[in-house]
């Protein structure tokens, strides 16, 4: 996939915005007693080696092979949200607290966000294969961006005869595989995924869907009906309560990597508003 500039530039006016917020609450970033900036800190790296310093920047934690933990002046993502990568020179963190994590951005392949840690510096060679030169031990961290999320989720009530509710098709799949049913969901695409979920959830701005609970893959579902749902920018994501009719199917082993316990096969789909 290309990555999209616009986003790109979207994080990094964010970082230059926060950086006055950023100084007003620790002090002038020069001396060991206030808060650094990674640049100051990877512009000198001998000044602050082997020294406990406190240093405010953008996390970044992604899982995988190979994953990422550190600390960088900003973030660039997909209009999506996803493939999040550090701009500039980043800093290594061994041990940012997982706690932390609930409150920063979450699109679902990645955490990231503006925080403060404080930890002992030391240069060399840390990360996956040793490409990062720097590092910091976290000693403590904290959130400096709060990102709040709202969250729709569909109702566990049963629906009209001859409807299957979504949590129904969780509680008994078995009942319903192999049959062509009606239901209710949201319906959920970001490019990677697409399912039928109990619920999505965003960010206040509606930036960064998720969906929620256990979803069911989705294929087939017709594009002209999501002109009607909620979509991200430049089309990076749909979601929206949708009505979909299909064969329903169970047993496991489908979607991207066969994560999915079920797969529904749409043949028809309604939003509802």
């Known amino acids: 996939m290309i990555r999209s500039p616009w986003r790109s530039l979207l994080i990094v006016l964010l970082l230059l915005t926060s950086l006055p917020f950023l100084a007003t609450c620790g002090g002038q970033g020069g001396s060991l007693g206030s808060s650094l900036y990674v640049q100051n800190v990877t512009a000198d790296p001998a000044a602050y080696s082997g020294k406990e310093i406190t240093v405010d920047g953008a996390y ?9 933990s550190v600390l960088a002046i900003g973030v660039g993502t997909l209009d999506n949200g996803l493939d999040a990568q550090p701009l500039g020179d980043a ?18 392949d990645a955490v990231y966000g503006f925080v403060r840690v404080r930890g002992q ?3 060399g060679t840390f990360g996956p294969e040793g490409k990062y030169p720097y590092q910091i031990t976290v000693s403590t961290a904290e959130v400096i961006e709060q990102v709040h999320r709202v969250e729709s989720v569909v109702k566990d009530a049963p629906l009209a005869s001859g409807k299957v509710s979504f949590f129904d098709l969780q509680r008994n799949p078995e009942k319903y595989s192999g049959q062509t049913i009606t239901a209710q969901g949201y319906y959920f695409w970001n490019s990677v995924i697409y399912v039928l979920a109990e619920g999505v ?3 206040e701005d509606g930036a960064s869907p998720q969906p929620m609970g256990s979803p069911i893959w989705m294929e087939g579902f017709p594009p002209d009906k999501s002109v009607d749902l909620h979509i991200g920018p430049n089309n990076s994501f749909v979601w929206g309560l949708v009505e979909v009719t299909g064969t329903f199917q169970t047993g496991g082993g489908f979607g991207k ?8 096969n749409v043949v028809s789909a309604t939003p509802i508003k």
């Not at 061994?94 to 932390?100: D, L, S, T």
């Not at 990597?257 to 529904?264: A, H, L, R, T």
């Open 60 to 68: 970044l934690w992604r899982p995988g092979n190979p994953g990422i």
């Open 257 to 264: 990597d066969g994560v999915y316990k079920s797969i529904f």
């Open 121 to 123: 510096f030391v240069s």
């Open 91 to 108: 800093i290594w963190l061994e041990g940012f607290p997982a706690a932390q994590t609930a409150n920063l951005h979450s699109p679902g």
């Open 201 to 203: 959830s965003t960010e």
